[in-house]
């Protein structure tokens, strides 16, 4: 099962460049209050994500600076891969999942590679709350601000 998300989580990775060649530049005559290309960069991977077979469950979308935190109850039995992605203002972001260990978030996988993607497989062995970290380590140049998506998927 491992490999199986890990291929789709290759592609999903692949389909990126899709979005890179796009032009949204003109869309900051909204001043960047438009969703239009953090749902156009959803898209690709949403098809990627369903035409293997996968069930998406949760999306997310949001303006961020920094740091946004969300958790989700994942269920043992289950291999869920988590995607956060960022619009054409996002270089850089990343993901960590933390679980409670002893009252505290504990880490227990992330993705701090140097992209605009970042994507990571948890496999419970019990129904627990997990909490989910989106950074942006880097935006593109002049802008302080963008929106991310996140998809959390299960076979």
Not at 21 to 38: F, R, V, W
């Amino acid at each position: 099962m491992r490999l199986f998300l890990f291929t789709i989580i290759t592609s999903i990775m692949m389909s990126g460049t899709l979005f890179a060649q796009t032009d949204y530049s003109n869309l900051d005559n909204n001043k960047g209050t438009s969703m239009e290309p953090i749902l156009a960069r959803a898209e690709p991977l949403v098809k990627k994500i369903e035409n293997k077979g996968n069930e998406i469950v949760r999306m997310e979308y949001d303006l961020i600076f920094d740091t946004k935190s969300t958790t989700r109850t994942l269920f043992n039995g289950w291999t869920y891969g988590i995607v956060a992605f960022g619009d054409y203002r996002i270089k850089d972001i990343d993901i960590a999942v933390y679980k409670k260990s002893r009252g505290e978030w504990k880490i227990v996988e992330k993705d701090a590679e140097n992209d605009h993607e970042a994507t990571v497989i948890i496999k419970p062995y019990r129904d627990e709350e997990y909490k989910i970290d989106i950074t942006v380590y880097k935006f593109n140049k002049d802008y302080t601000a963008g929106h991310y998506g996140l998809l959390i998927f299960h076979e």
